[in-house]
């Protein structure tokens, strides 16, 4: 019987071999962590391949003596009894030294890498402020008073200083090809610093939140793009602007009788005056330039699945931007100021205040529902309609007539926009470019 063993040896020791090498093949892994996009990342790396080196020398060197003692000192027919022995000092102060050598070598760069990641962020650094909140990203740009959600815009070549809070329960920031994992913890605010590298391209990486926060944790994600410092420059100077549509973003008015031409520009009358008719140059505004969709690697599009409920299309291609706005900046008719902000439209909060993801550009951005849908009228139209329905959790309200509210256990009656809203809704917040 043994010898049978020993001749299927061979044949299991090659299919174990093969077995290995087909384990070390793949593809694009897009969320892996060994990239050397960050100095973050070369430091993970780095200790990763010394443990793994350390830790294969001690692997291969145990089995080759366990191998050979169990060679050795076999059991054999009408062999002697093994000298019995007791204790043995040099060998176990060996056993005990190996270790605590092997782990001097990889405490002291593990100690050097994390006092690198704590230090102070270099001068010049693009400063962010990360809010967590159940279950999307607020990203803050305080250097250019811009205030978004969901979709990170990082320049390369420039380092990154995120300060990170949470506005509720624990999270935890993380973008795998960055590297740099770190949690957000409440009464207190965490720095993480680091430098998309100077050789990448404009490239769009997943991020998510990686400490359990809820019913909806696994669907609070999010978009970074690490752009060019120009494409960063243009992507600001927008994102700084007004809302489309808004009358912060009317051109103001003109009162010299030389230079551009001059348009008729009609201007709101306030509570208890009239409204006024004023010259106005237009002003030319900065390109509305966002990262290309056709840029974005399928890893980085979303594909969640959506519910089964049914939406005209004929209606919202003939969606109403001005009827939807009317929606939207009435509170009687939609609560949507007393949670989300529109700069240029009247403001009911102020930031720390709002519970929903800042609107003012939400035309420009890729996904919503912290990156859970693409950004289309149909997916946009069902969310609006139903968003507990879609998104577990969501505190956003079910405003679709009919529709049942799972927050407050009925169906929407009185008070709810029918599907012709909904589409006039949709066609105003993807105008907001």
């Known amino acids: 019987m043994p010898k049978l063993h020993l001749r299927r ?15 070390a093949c793949g593809g694009d892994y897009p969320n892996s962590t060994f990239s050397h996009h960050t100095e973050l990342n070369d ?10 080196l350390l830790g294969t020398i001690v692997f291969v060197v145990v089995e080759v003596v366990l191998v050979y003692t169990i060679f050795k000192f076999r059991r054999r027919e009408g062999g002697p009894a093994p000298r019995q022995i007791q204790g043995n000092a040099a060998l176990e102060i060996t056993w ?3 270790p605590a050598l092997i782990l001097v070598f990889l405490a002291v760069p593990t100690v050097r890498t994390i006092f690198e990641s704590q230090r102070k962020a270099p001068d010049g650094a693009v400063q962010i402020e990360v809010i967590g909140h159940q279950w999307w990203w607020e990203f803050r740009y305080p250097q250019y008073g811009i205030v978004t959600a969901n979709e990170l815009y990082l320049p390369i070549g420039r380092t990154a200083n995120f300060s990170l809070r949470t506005r509720d329960v624990l999270h935890s920031f993380w973008i795998p090809q960055m590297g740099g994992k770190r949690d957000l913890i409440a009464n207190k605010t965490n720095y993480l610093w680091f430098t998309p590298k100077a050789d990448l391209t404009s490239s769009a990486w997943n991020g998510a939140c990686v400490e359990y926060c809820g019913s909806s944790h696994a669907n609070m994600r999010f978009r970074a793009f690490t752009v060019t410092p120009a494409e960063f420059d243009k992507w600001v100077a ?3 602007t007004a809302a489309a549509g808004s009358p912060a973003a009317m051109p103001a008015p003109d009162t010299s009788t030389k230079g551009a031409a001059k348009v008729p520009v009609k201007m709101a009358g306030m509570p208890g005056m009239p409204g006024m008719t004023a ?3 237009p002003a030319p505004a900065p390109e509305a330039w966002v990262f290309p969709l056709e840029k974005m690697k399928a890893f980085t599009l979303p ?13 919202l291609a003939a969606g109403d931007p001005k009827a939807g ?11 949507c100021l007393t949670c989300h902000n529109i700069k240029g439209e009247t403001q009911y909060l102020n930031d720390d205040q709002a519970k929903g993801p800042n609107l003012t550009h939400f035309g420009t951005r890729h996904t919503f529902a912290a990156g859970l849908f693409r950004t289309d009228a149909r997916t946009l139209a069902l969310w609006i309609k139903n968003a507990p329905l879609m998104k577990p959790g969501s505190i956003m309200p079910t405003f679709g007539t009919g529709e049942y509210n799972a927050l407050m256990k ?5 008070g709810g926009l029918d599907d012709k809203q909904i589409a006039d809704v949709v066609a105003y917040l993807l105008s907001l470019k």
Request: a positive charge.
């Open 238 to 240: 927008h994102q700084k």
């Open 279 to 281: 010259t106005a140059t």
């Open 96 to 98: 005990t030294v190996i």
């Open 410 to 414: 009925q169906k929407v009656t009185a």
């Open 9 to 23: 040896f061979p044949t299991v020791a090659v299919l174990a071999l093969v077995l290995l090498a087909l384990s």
């Open 43 to 52: 430091g993970a790396v780095f200790l990763w391949d010394r443990m793994m």
């Open 325 to 335: 706005r009317e929606i939207v900046t009435n509170v009687a008719k939609a609560p």
């Open 303 to 315: 594909s969640t699945p959506l519910p089964a409920t049914r939406f005209d299309d004929a209606l």
